[in-house]
């Protein structure tokens, strides 16, 4: 809010990535809020200050961005305080160009909220235009918006979140604005305001269409009471003061919307506050006024539109030339639950802001790029459950029960020192934390699914710096796995053609039982070698397969007779657990037992020593030196070797959003005629039922009875082949 709130972003600018942490203080409180910027020495680059890039002014003073009235009012403050000069950056240029930014970068940022139901708002970016912006601070600006960086200010009101808390605050004694919110859920506003039925004898006025429960004059009928201020409630009192407001603003609002023909109108500004009866009252006077002809929406980050303009206005200094995309991240409950812990190392995701996502080593860089192979037709993730209470249900217990084991993990990835301990404790009550609010309010992060959870807990972890829960394992089950490698090579080499497919294909089915996020498979692990295990699930890899298109693949890649097919050009491989251009796709950070991009070209390198075909692939596709690999005959020439190649994918979980993946993948992709998605997160809880322009073989054993049953009518340990030609 303009006026009661002084919003302010220090934050650094990498090169690589980086993240936004958002604080809100109000004008009151605007010592404390430079306490804790002295305290955590924000002005100075803060703990990690070699990462840290400021701007400096022309005498060697380091420059804040701001915006809002208290980036002019408090200027001195700060430069006695702190030394520091702010940048001020115009708060409506700040304000509607970081709305068209959260508009477009971020899913499932707009949403309506009727009746207590909030619903979210799939807008088209090239039918985003024009619409009206309200933002209500102390007073409300309407804003007419007609594209990037074309608007207006068309009207306005002096009454809004100034006038609710000014009058709140003397009539009621609440200290605080939020206070004053919270006493409103508890009142009655029948007490104090003067409704239709209160003139009409509790008959409908319906010649006009105006039911007896519309408020025909607000805090009407304390004209005709003799009671003093004392004696009305205070909630009833705060209340009937946000209906009041909050109509007006609606009705106001929609007339502007209706004098230049909009029909879309989006409300931000700190008033809101994601608070629901406010949003239900001005939704309800938008609809009320236009008969259902326009629609109130709002933003789930709308507190910090100005913050985010003032931080992201560094653009006019070189951000705009990098190629980065926004990724909402939703830890934001762990370091109020727990004592203070260090400060993650740098790069890595956030804590309940907004990521630039970076480059290889320990960060998650991500492009929003769209597969370029060509997604037809796209379902990222098989249950949305807001609207499905059963499967919402059921995961959240999974979850939680899986809870202890991947704590006890995180713990002994980090040698089980009295800090991981701490950490491990903090991390669970976070993470449950959220599970708790998700069950209380499914829509507070999204529109939500079970990757979009697993995403979750793998931040929480990366968080609290568990950087790779499962990193001794990876590594115990590498060497074990590359120590019978030699044996399987020449297995494989005195095969016939249509047999070594088989075998392949058996292979990585019968693998895919190492899932350290099925419980099933981790009572597995606690009867056996990782070997005997591959043994017993391969013993039992017998065919027909639940879903099983392997002739089909057969057919496509060694062909039918003597009619030979075409060659693909480039595969890219999905990797799960540690005749064409391969390129193996790999997560950009931990998550589970999964293989990641840093670590496969020392796999790639180790396997190569025992075969000359994957060591030249190896060398042709950049992964390999002349040094790293010895051979006998000393001959270099790999021009007729196909390359292989491992790429990132830009994400941090089991599963895999192919709306959003790195531009190194993107651009891998654009030759690609055959992918191969492998593992239940990214072949089955996502992109079960995604179409591609190339061939598609997805691979997987479902290690789920639940999801057996639904997905393919079968029983936990069921495998799917499923080969989709090119559409």
Request: aromatic share 8%.
């Amino acid at each position: 809010m303009k006026r009661l709130e002084f919003r302010m972003v220090i934050g650094e600018l990498p090169i690589l990535g980086g993240r936004l942490h958002f604080v809100k203080f109000e004008t009151s409180k605007i010592n404390e809020c430079l306490d804790f910027i002295s305290s955590k020495q924000l002005h100075r680059g803060g703990v990690d200050s070699h990462s840290w890039r400021s701007d400096i002014s022309s005498n060697g003073n380091a420059v804040i961005k701001a915006t809002g009235g208290g980036a002019y009012k408090y200027a001195d403050l700060f430069k006695e305080r702190l030394g520091v000069s702010l940048d001020k950056e115009d708060e409506m240029d700040c304000l509607v160009d970081r709305t068209n930014f959260l508009l477009k970068a971020i899913r499932h940022e707009a949403f309506t909220h009727m009746e207590g139901q909030k619903e979210f708002v799939q807008i088209d970016q090239n039918d985003l235009f024009p619409y009206l912006l309200v933002n209500i601070g102390s007073g409300v600006s309407m804003i007419k918006v007609d594209g990037d960086g074309k608007f207006e200010r068309v009207s306005g009101t002096n009454v809004g979140g100034g006038t609710y808390w000014g009058l709140g605050r003397l009539l009621t004694k609440c200290k605080s604005f939020d206070e004053l919110l919270e006493l409103s859920q508890k009142g009655d506003n029948r007490t104090i305001d003067m409704l239709v039925g209160d003139i009409y004898g509790g008959m409908d006025y319906n010649k006009i269409g105006l039911s007896a429960s519309t408020i025909a004059s607000s805090f009407g009928k304390t004209i005709s009471e003799k009671k003093e201020l004392t004696g009305y409630r205070p909630e009833d009192i705060s209340l009937s003061l946000l209906r009041m407001i909050s109509y007006n603003i609606g009705q106001i609002s929609y007339l502007n919307a209706l004098r230049f023909g909009l029909k879309r109108i989006f409300f931000g500004g700190f008033f809101i506050r994601g608070h629901a009866y406010t949003m239900d009252t001005i939704s309800f006077a938008v609809q009320f006024w236009s008969k259902g002809e326009a629609q109130a929406m709002f933003l789930r980050h709308e507190g910090f539109l100005g913050a985010l303009g003032a931080f992201m206005s560094y653009e006019k200094h070189g951000l705009d030339d990098l190629m980065i995309s926004w990724m909402e991240k939703f830890v934001q409950k762990g370091t109020e639950i727990t004592a203070p812990v260090p400060m993650a190392p740098s790069g890595t995701t956030g804590l309940g802001g907004f990521e630039v996502p970076s480059s290889k080593g320990g960060t998650l860089r991500s492009d929003a790029s769209a597969l370029n192979v060509g997604v037809l037709h796209l379902v990222p993730t098989l249950e949305v459950f807001p609207q499905l209470a059963d499967p919402k249900m059921y995961w959240f217990t999974v979850l939680s029960e899986h809870l202890p084991d991947l704590v006890d993990k995180a713990v002994a990835s980090e040698g089980g020192t009295d800090d991981s301990k701490r950490r491990g404790d903090a991390f669970a009550r976070a993470f449950s934390a959220h599970l708790a609010r998700l069950m209380e309010e499914p829509a507070a992060y999204g529109k939500l699914g079970l990757a979009n959870l697993l995403e979750l807990r793998e931040e929480c972890l990366r968080e609290f710096q568990f950087v790779d829960a499962y990193r001794s394992i990876k590594q115990r089950e590498n060497e074990a796995s590359l120590a019978v490698l030699p044996d399987l090579l020449v297995e494989l080499d005195s095969m016939t053609e249509e047999t070594r497919l088989l075998t392949l294909i058996e292979g990585v089915l019968a693998a895919n039982i190492f899932d350290w996020g099925s419980r099933a498979c981790v009572e597995l692990y606690h009867k056996g070698t990782i070997i005997e295990i591959y043994r017993m699930s391969r013993n039992k890899m017998q065919r027909p397969w639940r879903v099983d298109d392997f002739d089909a693949f057969r057919e496509r890649m060694l062909g039918s007779g003597d009619k030979k097919p075409r060659p693909h050009k480039r595969a890219l491989l999905f990797v799960d657990n540690s005749g064409a251009d391969v390129v193996l796709v790999a997560n950009s950070l931990p998550a589970l037992n999964d293989v990641t991009a840093m670590e496969l070209p020392d796999i790639v390198a180790e396997a190569a020593k025992h075969c000359d075909i994957l060591r030249r692939a190896a060398e042709a596709g950049g992964l390999l030196v002349d040094a790293m690999i010895n051979t006998s005959d000393g001959s270099k020439d790999n021009s007729s070797s196909v390359p292989l190649m491992v790429v990132e994918n830009g994400c941090g979980s089991p599963c895999i959003d192919l709306r959003q993946v790195s531009s190194e993948l993107a651009a891998a992709a654009k030759d690609a005629d055959l992918i191969v998605l492998e593992g239940m997160g990214r072949a089955l809880h996502t992109n079960f039922n995604a179409q591609f322009k190339c061939d598609a073989l997805k691979l997987a054993m479902v290690k789920n009875q639940r999801l057996a049953e639904k997905l393919i009518k079968g029983n936990i340990y069921d495998c799917v082949c499923r080969y989709e030609p090119a559409s």
